[in-house]
């Protein structure tokens, strides 16, 4: 028997792997356009959802920091699937959003660039007009139509869409900014309002870049996905999306609600009112109402829990700064010297 008749499987499976995949990418080759699109939409927005939902327990721990209380070390399942689920279906949207856009651009494109030719093949016919007259309205049209490919194509264009992507970022990271630079009587109702109409601007103008330079649909959706899942992350770690996302689901952020819980081994129960911080699969983390204490109380005590359908909702006043107050080096046998 010789040495090549004895080949080692582990040679044969890089083979197999590899066929596999050259036969996976002819076959989704040969799908139609509308097909393939779906396909990588549904898989990126899985890859969205899930990179957001592992990151939301560092989301957790700095939403607990900024607002004082314990960071819940405990699983928060819900709130991770709450936001996979949201993520998929906001990054979904927006990509569909964004084709849509790039769809009617490119469309709008083609129809200029016939009325373009339309123009110049009726001026070049018109016998009353001089030649030397004709020539200059070609040539004006011509430099119209360069000039506005050269612009929305240029550099320039891409920079004023990734401005707006970190102005909106900005915004988010930094919302009493936003606060003291808006304009009197303008239309934006807060930080996140301005965020959101930022993006979609940002997106628009994304999108006739793209169309200019005539990128393919699968790089233009790559690139645009790129930058909307770097903004999703952003917004996970602001203090207002993420307090603003526990409030909706009603995990948390602050909203008002009152908790019935039993206090010792005879049943004796208790009600407190407070603010709902977050709800996590072993405690409810509450703001006490009257003393504006931070109050745990473990999940299996629990018998009620009753809030609004349009609760009110607070925050601790309390800044990220202050944590600094605790950090000291100069600790000796666990006394502070002097």
């Known amino acids: 028997m010789t040495q090549n008749d004895v080949a080692p499987s582990s040679n044969r499976h890089p083979d197999l792997l590899t066929h596999l995949a050259l036969k996976a990418i002819r076959f989704f080759a040969s799908l139609p356009t509308s097909i393939q699109w779906t396909i990588l939409t549904i898989l990126k927005s ?63 494109e083609t129809q200029f660039e016939m009325g373009f030719r339309l123009l110049r093949k009726t001026i070049g016919t018109l016998k009353p007009v001089s030649y030397k007259s004709r020539s200059r309205a070609v040539k004006t049209i011509e430099i119209a139509q360069w000039a506005t490919k050269t612009i929305f194509g240029s550099r320039f264009t891409l920079l004023i869409a990734l401005l707006g992507f970190v102005s909106s970022a900005a915004t988010l990271i930094f919302p009493k900014t936003f606060t003291y630079l808006a304009i009197p009587g303008s239309s934006f109702i807060g930080p996140i309002d301005f965020a959101g109409k930022m993006f979609l601007a940002s997106i628009c103008t994304l999108a006739i870049w793209c169309v200019t ?100 909702w607070e925050l601790p006043n309390y800044i990220t700064t202050k944590q600094l107050k605790y950090i000291d080096l100069d600790i000796i046998h666990g006394t502070r010297s002097p």
């Open 46 to 108: 899985i890859l969205a959802s899930s990179i957001l939902s592992l990151l939301a327990i560092y989301a957790t721990a700095a939403f607990a920091i900024r607002n004082g209380f314990r960071v819940p070390v405990e699983n928060t399942p819900f709130i991770q699937f709450a936001i996979a689920l949201g993520t998929f279906v906001s990054f979904a949207g927006t990509i569909a959003t964004f084709t849509l856009l790039i769809v009617i651009i490119d469309n709008i």
């Open 213 to 312: 330079n005539e990128l393919t649909w699968i790089a233009a959706q790559a690139f645009a996905a790129l930058i909307i899942l770097l903004f999703m992350v952003i917004g996970l770690f602001t203090n207002d999306v993420y307090g603003s996302f526990l409030r909706i689901v009603r995990f948390g952020g602050g909203i008002e609600a009152s908790l019935t819980f039993v206090t010792n081994d005879k049943g004796q129960e208790q009600a407190i009112v407070g603010n709902l911080l977050i709800l996590t699969t072993t405690h409810a983390i509450l703001l006490e109402k009257e003393r504006h204490d931070i109050v745990e109380i473990p999940s299996k005590n629990i018998t009620m829990f009753r809030y609004s359908s349009d609760p009110a």
